[in-house]
Structures are given as C-alpha cells and as structure tokens.
C-alpha cells in the first residue's frame, strides 16, 4: 500500500536538473509532495488530483498519471536549498484525508 | 503562531513509563492528523481529527496510544507504559478545512523526538 519513490538517492551540482517518481499500487485521488531538512518538519511543496488539477508552489512542477496511478516532481536548475529528504504522500478516494507516504528520495546539491 | 507548534522537542522515557505529547495546530485549522516517523523513514499515520471528532484511528499501533482533542484546538497523543519500538518522531499536522475539501495541504510541526530507554 505504500507508494514507491525512484531514485531513492540523488545527487547533483547547481543548477542541474532531477525527477523523483512516485507509484502506486492503488487508485489514488491526490498526490501530495513535501520536502524535508534533517531535524526539521516536512514541507508542503504541491498537490496533485485526479483530473488534472494542481496547487503549489510557483517554482515547482509535478506531473500525475492518473492511468498509471504514478506521479513524477521536477527539480529543475537546482540550487543548494533544495537540498533534503523527498517524499510524496497519496491519499486514496474515500479516506479522511490520511496521506500514505513513501520511504522517502534524498537529494543532495552541491555547489 | 504562525505555524504548528509542538511540545517537548525532545522526550526520554524510561521503558514503561507513560508519556504526552501536544500539538497546537495553525488556529482556526479544522483538521489535525498525528504521524509517527522511524528514523530514515516516511511519517506514517497514526490518527485524524476533524474538530473534536476522532474520525479515524486505524493507524495506532496498540491500545497503548490515545489521541484526545477535547475543544477543536489543541490536541494531545498520549503513549501508557512505553516501549522500546515506541521510539520515534511524532509529528503533528494541521489542515484548514474538512478532509474532502479539495486543495488540503497539511501543514507539519517540527515534531517530538521521543527514545525510550
């Protein structure tokens, strides 16, 4: 039931580019991302519905394939402060809202 | 505040021992969730409150834990007689509406680190 994130480890200089995926096994209504530092509380970045709407932050961009139930966030021109844990959370049609999150992608920019 | 406070930061306890964890959620947020985090790990849910309701517990590992949030606000996870596998971070987040209210990004608090020894 827990989503699956790819790659679970990632590391890039300035101004390069990644994508993270998450995948699911079940039909899912919303995919949630968030970014978290060490010690620190996770940080919303950016839900994704069913049907194709989105809300986040400006200088974030996600996809969701609602056929393959797997959603995909693009880090472009990264910079240092992108630095930190990834995850996505799902939340499956009918649920109070519960997010299942997946294990989590590092990513690691350096200067 | 401005955003989802929680106390203590940190909690050793004393295999056995019980303990209580609280959440002050962004004001007027009518739902809070609780998650528990291993170490290099998701958080992974533990129980949901709409208002004062507990809608959902099915995340709560035992009858060890109890969340209460008796007036809508603050909330409390209470842990009896604490285990070893009990450590981990709790965390605590808050959303502004209902769960089936579209856009519902949960906001987190930094989060309770609790070892038991």
């Known amino acids: 039931q827990q989503p699956v994130q790819s790659p679970q480890a990632v590391i890039l200089r300035e101004g390069e580019d990644a994508v993270i995926n998450c995948s699911s096994s079940?039909?899912?209504?919303?995919v949630h991302w968030y970014r978290q530092k060490h010690g620190e509380a996770p940080v919303f970045l950016m839900i994704?519905?069913?049907?194709?709407e989105q809300k986040g932050h400006e200088k974030i961009s996600a996809s969701f394939n609602e056929k393959k139930q797997q959603s995909s966030l693009y880090l472009t021109a990264s910079q240092l402060s992108y630095s930190g844990t990834y995850f996505c959370?799902?939340?499956?049609?009918?649920?109070?809202?519960?997010?299942?999150f997946g294990q989590g992608t590092t990513l690691q920019v350096k200067p | 505040g401005a955003g989802v406070s929680q106390s203590p930061r940190y909690k050793v306890a004393k295999r056995g021992q019980d303990v209580a964890l609280r959440c002050d959620p962004i004001s007027g947020h009518v739902s809070l969730f609780w998650y528990q985090q291993a170490l290099g790990q998701g958080p992974e849910f533990l129980t949901y409150?709409?208002?004062?309701?507990?809608?959902?517990k099915s995340g709560l590992p035992s009858d060890r834990f109890f969340a209460e949030r008796p007036e809508g606000s603050v909330s409390t996870l209470k842990i009896q007689r604490t285990q070893q596998e009990d450590s981990a971070v709790y965390l605590c987040?808050?959303?502004?509406?209902?769960?089936?209210?579209?856009?519902?990004?949960?906001?987190f608090g930094p989060g309770t680190r609790l070892t038991v020894l």
């Open positions: 994704l519905l069913k049907g194709g």
């Open positions: 079940k039909a899912l209504y919303s």
């Open positions: 959370g799902t939340e499956r049609a009918g649920n109070t809202g519960k997010l299942i």
């Open positions: 987040a808050s959303s502004l509406g209902a769960s089936w209210v579209q856009y519902n990004e949960q906001f």
């Open positions: 409150f709409q208002n004062e309701a507990q809608l959902d």
